[in-house]
């Protein structure tokens, strides 16, 4: 966060809050890269390389696609 923007100045109509209490955190794991099956799918797969750059609001895909075998195999959730 910058340590310049306080309460006092958000935008009006938005609240200070935690990401713990309007979503859940969690961790997942990238599926193989080495067995062609988990990927070109038709569920994004997003990573941390997709948001180094990006500065829009929301996101609907990455650079890659997994399956949904590939969903299954990784420690991800949707």
Request: glycine letters at 8%.
């Amino acid at each position: 966060m910058d340590n310049n923007k306080t309460q006092d100045t958000l935008p009006e109509g938005w609240i200070w809050t935690t990401i713990d209490e309007i979503g859940i955190v969690t961790s997942g794991g990238t599926p193989s890269t080495k067995n062609p099956s988990f990927w070109n799918g038709k569920i994004p797969w997003i990573t941390p390389a997709d948001l180094s750059s990006y500065k829009n609001v929301y996101i609907e895909k990455g650079s890659r696609n997994i399956s949904e075998i590939g969903m299954e195999y990784s420690s991800a959730k949707l």
